[in-house]
């Protein structure tokens, strides 16, 4: 077939590759516009743009599409089978959708109408989903709601991350966007509506999300969100007026002192050089490696014997 692929992240990259490996004519790669990257602020290729020019393909990068004239010229001149979209960043446009003979054929790493929207890894892994999914499906105006192909489960293993996650559902996800694109052009994939009853949503994260509330969540529910939001924001909370980064998180057995003195959620227990807090529903987690606001990353055993009472860890200590 003859294709336009649109795609800006690395996790479009497999399914880029995938198409070329089956032989389709990539007319023409959409990405993003270059943004600036680091600390240094250096102006970056989108990994979708870096993979086309390797492969000796035209690439674009519109800032807008909507109502930009040229591109559409660019597009109706190509007159492609279908329009590949994987996580290219922007809503595609009612003519763009009416384009393609075939349709805009989509990638969506969630089992819709499960987690629709912008980050369906992160929260499936927030969540503490056991499993989840990539999907096939027609793109239509209205936010991940078109028809499903196609779709694949994985399972989500307890420890995890988002970031793990992220490389397994890219790689899934490309042999079924050629499987999908076969089904279609053969006849024997027949588009199914979603159920719009069981939708959920998946929205872009805020650093907020990373904020600990030892007072509303278990020690389960809270090492499910680092695991989420890994690599951003993380997990987060306040020691003494000032921000404390958890880098590592285990669920752990409530430390001995708590079984004669019971902690309030967000209490601190120093033990054996291991540092505990107490967690809603009278369960703890232990913090493995923090950085104060500040200082640098340290294991916990290494930034208690830097920090005594100097930073209030007196036995009544409380985060957050």
Not at 86 to 103: D, H, N, S, T
Request: charged residues 20%; proline residues 8%; aromatic residues 6%.
């Amino acid at each position: 077939m003859k294709l336009v692929f649109c795609g800006t992240p690395s996790f479009a990259v497999p399914t880029l590759e995938a198409l070329l490996g089956a032989a389709h004519e990539i007319a023409l790669v959409v990405s993003q516009p270059d943004r600036p990257v680091g600390r240094a602020r250096q102006l970056t290729a989108p990994p979708v743009k870096q993979a086309a020019l390797a492969a000796g393909l035209p690439v674009t990068q519109p800032e807008k599409i909507r109502s930009n004239a040229e591109f559409r010229a660019q597009l109706e001149a190509i007159a492609p089978d279908a329009i590949v979209v994987v996580a290219y960043g922007r809503m595609i446009p009612p003519w763009m959708l009416a384009l393609p003979r075939l349709g805009c054929i989509n990638l969506h790493a969630s089992l819709l109408p499960k987690y629709r929207g912008a980050a369906p890894i992160q929260w499936a892994v927030a969540m503490g989903d056991a499993f989840t999914g990539n999907t096939t499906m027609l793109l239509e105006e209205g936010l991940d709601t078109g028809p499903i192909l196609l779709q694949q489960t994985l399972p989500i293993g307890p420890d995890q991350t988002a970031v793990d996650l992220f490389d397994l559902l890219a790689k899934a996800g490309a042999p079924l966007v050629v499987e999908t694109l076969a089904g279609l052009g053969n006849g024997t994939i027949h588009p199914q509506p979603q159920n719009h009853a069981f939708a959920t949503f998946a929205p872009l994260l805020d650093r907020e999300d990373g904020r600990m509330r030892f007072a509303d969540s278990t020690a389960h529910e809270l090492y499910n969100r680092w695991r989420g939001f890994q690599p951003w924001p993380g997990a987060f909370t306040t020691l003494a007026g000032k921000k404390l980064i958890v880098h590592r998180l285990e669920v752990a057995p409530a430390p001995g002192a708590a079984e004669s003195r019971p902690a309030v959620p967000g209490q601190m227990r120093v033990e054996n050089h291991r540092l505990f807090v107490a967690c809603a529903g009278g369960t703890w987690l232990e913090l493995l490696e923090i950085q104060l606001e500040g200082k640098k990353r340290l294991a916990a055993a290494e930034f208690l014997r830097g920090a005594g009472n100097a930073n209030g860890l007196a036995a009544n200590t409380r985060l957050g």
